[in-house]
């Protein structure tokens, strides 16, 4: 009768020989993948190891992407992706079609915001469902508005917030509030500071004590937007919107028009206009009025999309038109 010592080195030989048998096998899955014609003669465990590492990484997403319901497939939100040609280090797979990515160089693109990998050729095919990581977020200010609340989980870029708590707590009632430009370089200097610290950028009258570089903060950011707060789509609505002369056909064309704004981009007019409306509330103190509100926001909030100089020119004054109709009746469009 064996001993107890010898039935446990038994047990422990047969757990070796089915691990080797198991290694084996996903060795031969992973070759099988990589289109690896394998001889008798296999390569040794290290290199093996590097490959299993990256097939797995690749796999945990597309295992994922593979077990989701129908109902979860449904796109939840309207934020395209942004891709770009990639070259990936080691072995990847679409996580679109879960098949294997060819090539050495080039081999597919990689959304810069959320980080998805798929072929070039199924980029077309990936819903718009794009969650922004911060990891993948380098800067505040030229980053698209969608892209930047989607990151940080907020209803406003933070530029916004911040710096609209900040005037009206200590500005509302300042001379020429946002006609009277602040220094630029102090500007610049606002700008690299949210690029670098976000939310916890210091812009308190300790930091800034002339609120004017706060409002130029503020205007720069609206203007480095690459897709300005009345976006490109929803652009020539808003121009025919302000040539009508019937006040209520006028203010429905407004509401359809706000109809096609991105919901970030909405909810941020909204809350910039309540803003610009209260500055006109002390228009005797800051000598600011919806007129003169308009015609510095004009050009900052929208912009026409590939027109020719001419119209662009003309559009000027309905832009202005636009922006004051948006501040005198922000408590009947929002």
């Not at 100089?309 to 202005?320: E, G, K, W």
Request: charged share 25%; with cysteine; aromatic share 8%.
């Amino acid at each position: 009768m064996p001993s107890r010592e010898s039935y446990e080195v038994h047990k422990e030989e047969k757990s070796l020989v089915q691990k080797a048998k198991r290694e084996a096998n996903q060795e031969d899955i992973l070759a099988a993948a990589l289109g690896m014609r394998m001889g008798p003669q296999k390569p040794p465990a290290t290199f093996w190891q590097p490959l299993k590492l990256f097939a797995y990484s690749q796999l945990t997403s597309l295992v994922r992407r593979a077990t989701l319901k129908e109902s979860e497939r449904t796109p939840k939100s309207e934020k395209v992706h942004n891709f770009k040609v990639h070259t990936f280090r080691g072995p990847h797979w679409c996580e679109h079609c879960a098949s294997f990515m060819w090539g050495l160089m080039a081999q597919g693109v990689k959304c810069a915001d959320c980080g998805l990998n798929v072929h070039k050729q199924c980029s077309s095919l990936v819903p718009d469902d794009c969650k922004p990581d911060l990891r993948h977020i380098r800067k505040i200010y030229s980053c698209d508005l969608t892209t930047l609340v989607k990151a940080y989980n907020t209803a406003r870029p933070m530029v916004v917030d911040m710096c609209i708590r900040e005037i009206e707590s200590r500005g509302l009632m300042s001379e020429g509030l946002y006609r009277i430009s602040g220094f630029s370089d102090l500007l610049e200097e606002v700008k690299m500071a949210f690029d670098k610290d976000g939310e916890k950028t210091d812009i308190s009258v300790n930091a800034y004590e002339d609120i004017n570089i706060i409002t130029g903060a503020l205007k720069l950011y609206l203007r480095d937007l690459p897709v300005p707060i009345i976006s490109y789509d929803a652009y020539p609505r808003f121009i025919e919107a302000a040539k009508l002369t019937d006040p209520e056909k006028k203010l429905e064309a407004f509401r359809e028009a706000l109809a096609l704004l991105p919901p970030s981009h909405s909810e941020t007019l909204k809350y910039l206009m309540a803003h610009l409306k209260r500055v006109t509330q002390n228009e005797k103190f800051n000598l600011m009025n919806a007129e003169n509100l308009a015609i510095i926001f004009g050009p900052t909030l929208m912009r026409a999309p590939d027109l020719d100089a001419i119209t662009s020119l003309n559009d000027i004054r309905y832009q202005r038109q636009v922006v004051e109709v948006l501040i005198k009746n922000e408590d009947v469009l929002f």
